[in-house]
């Protein structure tokens, strides 16, 4: 997993919060302050500095930062601020608030973060909103998004590399079938894409895209308007290439009449500790223009520093 850079002589947590502190002191805030502190600290460093910001001024660094920031920069730097498990708990909980749009986060958190991972978030959705996040993915979902919905949001998938190739044939086949079919929500085509490994999941469509001639996702653009396909496609995107996914994800956000900043926001802040590196190259070998550079023709202000700092090429 990659680490975001961290400047070599980092303050003490104690000395940031106070720094902080006086970026929120008197008429105005000090945002640039503000980024040079938290953008440049690592998921651990950023929990401690909310720890002893909360013991030493008995107040909620969190609270703080959103009654002094606003707009764009105030969500990303409150969603970088929280813990993954949390921040992946408040995404899903505001999407299941939201339209059907919204079942791609869901998704997305279930199929492209690690078991361990996934599983705290359904901790951090227990102890933030007092039930669980399968419920809550369910009451919100109907027909075939449940159906594939809760099964990946209560996986628990296992981690080795460990293939068996006689079962990547045959479930290759029986996907193939179903496909066929136009079974596209039967549960065996489900069971298979929310319990196996990620491993075992790419053996199978290795096996499907040489015995069938098509890459599963090619056969499942039968209906190109069909809302439930094209979360099934990019499910198996998730699992299988993350970074395509959301480079992709990026690019649309991008290049979009008018930047969708809520989904510019969620990748950069998801992804920085993660595989940025990987999603820049993508986006620089489909776009031929680095993303630093599409992020600041198309952003501004302290939202465009932040989110260039995220991305390793801030200099604020």
């Excluded at 008197?26 to 302050?33: D, S, V």
């Excluded at 980024?35 to 969190?62: M, P, V």
């Excluded at 009449?257 to 820049?280: H, N, P, Y």
């Amino acid at each position: 997993m990659a680490t975001l850079k961290v400047p070599s002589s980092v303050p003490s947590p104690a000395e940031d919060c106070e720094q902080l502190k006086k970026a929120f002191a008197g008429w105005g805030t000090n945002e640039k302050l503000i980024i040079q502190i938290l953008a440049h600290r690592n998921a651990a460093q950023r929990k401690l500095i909310r720890e002893t910001y909360a013991a030493t001024y008995g107040e909620d660094l969190l609270k703080d930062l959103d009654s002094e920031l606003s707009n764009d920069f105030q969500r990303v730097v409150l969603l970088w601020t929280l813990d993954p498990a949390e921040r992946d708990a408040y995404l899903v909980n505001e999407a299941t608030k939201r339209l059907t749009a919204s079942n791609w986060v869901i998704m997305e958190v279930a199929c492209t973060r690690s078991p361990f991972d996934l599983f705290r978030a359904r901790q951090a959705y227990h102890a933030r909103y007092k039930k669980s996040l399968e419920e809550d993915v369910a009451h919100h979902t109907t027909g075939d998004f449940r159906k594939l919905l809760v099964p990946l949001v209560s996986a628990f998938r296992y981690e080795g590399d460990e293939v068996n190739m006689m079962l990547a044939k045959s479930e290759a086949k029986l996907l193939h079938e179903k496909i066929s079919e136009k079974a596209y929500n039967d549960e065996e085509l489900i069971r298979i894409l929310t319990t196996k490994s990620k491993a075992q999941l790419n053996a199978t469509l290795n096996q499907y895209n040489n015995h069938f001639g098509n890459p599963i996702n090619k056969d499942l653009k039968a209906d190109p308007k069909d809302e439930y396909l094209s979360l099934l496609r990019a499910t198996i995107k998730c699992l299988t290439c993350p970074e395509k996914y959301f480079e992709k994800t990026l690019r649309l956000a991008i290049n979009k009449l008018g930047t969708d900043e809520w989904a510019l926001t969620r990748v950069v802040v998801t992804r920085a500790e993660v595989d940025m590196q990987c999603i820049k190259e993508e986006y620089h070998k489909r776009s031929s223009v680095p993303l630093d550079r599409a992020i600041a023709v198309d952003t501004s202000g302290d939202y465009e520093k932040m989110l260039l700092a995220l991305i390793g090429h801030g200099n604020a």
